[in-house]
């Protein structure tokens, strides 16, 4: 028997990670359950997940990403760790919980199931979704950089398809094929149930082509020498931008101008480090940071429309007043529902009920209390080491690393005005970023790109 061709393996497992990355996008438009295709990316996860462990522990030791591979499992454990029971008097910590015992207690009810979490089925739920981002996040951290690029042009391809998809879907009838949720009418939703979910796509895609675009200039292939070319990423990322305002998103819109300004400048700031010219660095770093401010004063002028009309300020307001009464402990990762229908005030009185905060921060101050803060304490940490290396070593592909950071940003950014991170396919997307990052941090060698 001849041994398997390396790099004939190599190319399988790439290409087992493209369509992975585009199943679990395409069938992760819900922060909802969607049954049997959630349990199929699930169970496919786990094979991915092996290799990808596999494959990391045959690569040479690296502290970046050792850091990363800590905090992915304090981020994947938390949800387990919710499950697990807790005494009595660690138990009723929490004052809504002791409330919560004394209704019990009334209502004649005895004896109380003290796990850490008040819903633990949706807590093991949340727990089980979380399993294709893991798996992507541990196999990207582990793949070359030619992948990664190929994985992140993939990112940008697919909210390119979602925004065709969904110019298609206003044509069509709600029953229609083309609508993928048609309990809902279409709504330029393209893949995603809500269309405020394909703006954050979108907007993640836009980063990408940035860091391509601007990254190009100037700059010549590693392979044929050739100086590159920005156009394919400036009409993706045209095409991304203008497609904005359709989602109806404000908070879209105005962190896509907000990127479109400040990217170039931060890069150059990256640029005339490198070249030596520290104080046009820092005064290019200063004008970078004024235009920030400037236009997140805009954008909170603007979204207090959005406060007023559509009452999210409420909901977040109401979220993290509620918080407290919850801590030390949290409700529980996916309790948000009937934690919040149990206490939410009387102005939230509505016809529908309220699915999230529309505010990842509140809502993880809300259901992981504590134990959520040093989760997040730990990826920041993480992270900050990372580019730490990167801006001593001036390592990996820079490009790459702009493209998780803008990406990242553009996350993050939209997840202060809504549920992104509760969807399975920008949960996916954000894990490839983080790891690209950190593949990209870990690299000690220079690459004059």
Same mark, same amino acid.
């Given at each position: 028997?001849?041994?398997?061709?390396?790099? $004939?393996?190599s190319?399988?497992?790439?290409?087992?990670?493209?369509?992975?990355?585009?199943?679990?996008?395409?069938?992760g438009?819900?922060?909802?359950a969607?049954?049997?295709?959630?349990a199929?990316a699930?169970?496919? &996860?786990?094979?991915?997940?092996?290799?990808?462990?596999?494959?990391?522990?045959?690569?040479?030791?690296?502290?970046?990403?050792m850091?990363?591979?800590?905090?992915?499992?304090?981020?994947?454990?938390?949800?387990?760790?919710?499950?697990?029971?807790?005494?009595?008097?660690?138990w009723?910590?929490?004052?809504?919980?002791? &409330?919560?015992?004394?209704?019990?207690a009334?209502?004649?009810?005895?004896?109380?199931?003290?796990?850490w979490?008040?819903t633990?089925?949706?807590?093991?739920?949340?727990?089980?979704?979380?399993?294709?981002?893991?798996?992507?996040f541990?196999?990207?951290?582990?793949?070359?950089?030619?992948?990664q690029?190929? @994985?992140?042009?993939?990112?940008v391809?697919?909210?390119?398809?979602?925004?065709?998809?969904?110019?298609?879907?206003?044509?069509?009838?709600?029953?229609?094929l083309?609508?993928?949720?048609?309990?809902?009418?279409?709504?330029?939703?393209?893949?995603?149930?809500?269309?405020?979910?394909?703006g954050?796509?979108?907007?993640?895609?836009?980063?990408?082509c940035?860091?391509?675009?601007?990254?190009?200039f100037?700059?010549?292939?590693?392979?044929?020498?050739?100086?590159?070319?920005?156009?394919p990423?400036?009409?993706?990322?045209?095409?991304?931008?203008?497609?904005?305002?359709?989602?109806?998103s404000? $908070?879209?819109?105005?962190?896509?101008?907000?990127?479109?300004?400040?990217?170039p400048?931060?890069?150059?700031?990256?640029?005339?480090?490198?070249s030596g010219?520290?104080?046009?660095?820092? &005064?290019?770093?200063?004008?970078?940071?004024?235009?920030?401010?400037? !236009?997140?004063?805009?954008?909170?002028?603007?979204?207090?429309?959005?406060?007023?009309e559509?009452?999210?300020?409420?909901?977040r307001?109401?979220?993290?007043?509620?918080?407290?009464t919850?801590?030390?402990w949290?409700?529980?990762?996916?309790?948000?529902?009937?934690?919040?229908q149990?206490?939410?005030?009387?102005? @939230?009185?509505? !016809?529908?009920y309220?699915?999230?905060?529309?505010?990842?921060?509140?809502?993880?101050?809300l259901?992981?209390?504590?134990a959520?803060?040093?989760?997040?304490?730990?990826?920041?940490?993480?992270l900050?080491?990372?580019?730490?290396r990167?801006?001593?070593?001036?390592?990996?592909?820079?490009?790459?690393?702009?493209?998780?950071?803008?990406?990242?940003? $553009?996350?993050?950014?939209?997840?202060?005005?809504?549920? $992104?991170l509760?969807?399975?396919?920008?949960?996916?997307?954000?894990?490839?970023?983080? &790891?690209?990052?950190?593949?990209?941090?870990?690299?000690?060698?220079?690459?004059?790109?």
């Open positions: 028997m001849h041994p398997a061709n390396p790099h $004939a393996v190319r399988s497992w790439h290409a087992a990670l493209y369509l992975f990355l585009v199943y679990v996008f395409v069938t438009g819900s922060s909802q969607r049954g049997w295709t959630d199929v699930q169970v496919v &996860a786990l094979p991915i997940l092996a290799v990808g462990v596999w494959r990391l522990d045959a690569m040479p030791g690296s502290r970046v990403r850091l990363g591979l800590v905090a992915l499992a304090a981020l994947a454990l938390l949800p387990w760790v919710q499950l697990l029971p807790l005494g009595d008097g660690l009723n910590l929490a004052s809504a919980r002791e &409330a919560l015992g004394d209704d019990l009334t209502a004649g009810v005895s004896s109380v199931a003290t796990t979490s008040l633990p089925a949706a807590t093991l739920r949340s727990a089980l979704s979380l399993l294709p981002a893991v798996a992507l541990v196999a990207v951290l582990g793949v070359d950089t030619a992948t690029r190929r @994985l992140l042009v993939l990112c391809a697919l909210p390119v398809a979602s925004l065709v998809l969904g110019f298609l879907q206003l044509g069509a009838p709600q029953d229609s083309l609508n993928p949720y048609p309990e809902w009418a279409p709504s330029m939703g393209g893949i995603f149930a809500n269309p405020n979910h394909q954050t796509a979108m907007l993640i895609g836009l980063g990408i940035l860091a391509f675009a601007v990254g190009a100037g700059a010549r292939d590693e392979a044929t020498g050739k100086p590159r070319n920005p156009w990423a400036i009409i993706a990322g045209g095409t991304l931008l203008l497609g904005l305002p359709l989602t109806n404000r $908070a879209a819109v105005v962190i896509g101008v907000l990127m479109l300004v400040i990217a400048l931060a890069m150059a700031v990256s640029r005339l480090r490198r010219q520290s104080r046009r660095g820092i &005064a290019a770093l200063l004008l970078a940071a004024g235009m920030a401010a400037l !236009g997140l004063s805009a954008a909170m002028g603007w979204m207090k429309v959005d406060q007023i559509e009452l999210r300020w409420v909901i307001q109401a979220t993290a007043a509620l918080a407290v919850h801590l030390p949290g409700s529980g990762v996916g309790s948000f529902v009937p934690v919040f149990q206490a939410m005030p009387e102005s @939230l009185l509505l !016809g529908s309220i699915n999230a905060a529309h505010n990842d921060y509140s809502q993880v101050w259901e992981a209390g504590v959520g803060f040093l989760v997040v304490a730990i990826v920041v940490a993480t900050a080491v990372a580019l730490r990167h801006w001593t070593y001036q390592g990996g592909d820079r490009r790459l690393v702009w493209c998780a950071l803008l990406g990242m940003f $553009a996350l993050l950014a939209h997840a202060a005005s809504d549920y $992104a509760r969807t399975p396919a920008l949960m996916a997307v954000a894990m490839l970023l983080g &790891a690209a990052l950190l593949a990209q941090c870990a690299e000690g060698k220079r690459h004059s790109v």
